[in-house]
């Protein structure tokens, strides 16, 4: 089981540092990842790791503002969001894949999906 957290209300050109933690299985053999859906939109990638840490990946909106990181032995996972915008606002989510696919194939074959944690970024 994943739970997020760490969401909350931020004027923009602030920070949030999200958290994923798992519960029941060590996520020390999956990827990672953390999606995003604003209202009305489809989700959509924004940050992935591999398992051990050693890559990292992100869609052009947020490269150089956010950073994905894990710590295997806290069985968890971080979203450092810096220089927030309004258009981050959305539901982020995480979620764990097994680690048989490059990152750059960012949507599939995630199979293990937690909750939501609200972010709005107020301009």
């Known amino acids: 089981q994943l739970q997020a957290s760490g969401g909350g209300l931020v004027q923009a050109g602030g920070s949030l540092r999200l958290s994923c933690a798992a519960s029941?299985?060590?996520?020390?053999?999956?990827?990672m990842g953390w999606f995003r859906q604003a209202p009305g939109k489809e989700r959509e990638f924004v940050a992935s790791?591999?398992?051990?840490?050693?890559?990292?990946y992100y869609a052009d909106s947020v490269r150089a503002r956010f950073t994905i990181s894990r710590d295997n032995a806290k069985n968890t996972v971080y979203l450092q969001m810096n220089s927030l915008k309004p258009e981050d606002t959305a539901v982020y989510y995480c979620a764990a894949r097994p680690s048989i696919r490059s990152l750059a194939d960012t949507d599939r074959g995630y199979d293990r999906w937690g909750q939501g944690t609200q972010v709005t970024v107020s301009s």
């Open positions: 029941g299985r060590t996520i020390s053999v999956y990827d």
């Open positions: 790791i591999t398992r051990s840490g050693g890559g990292t």
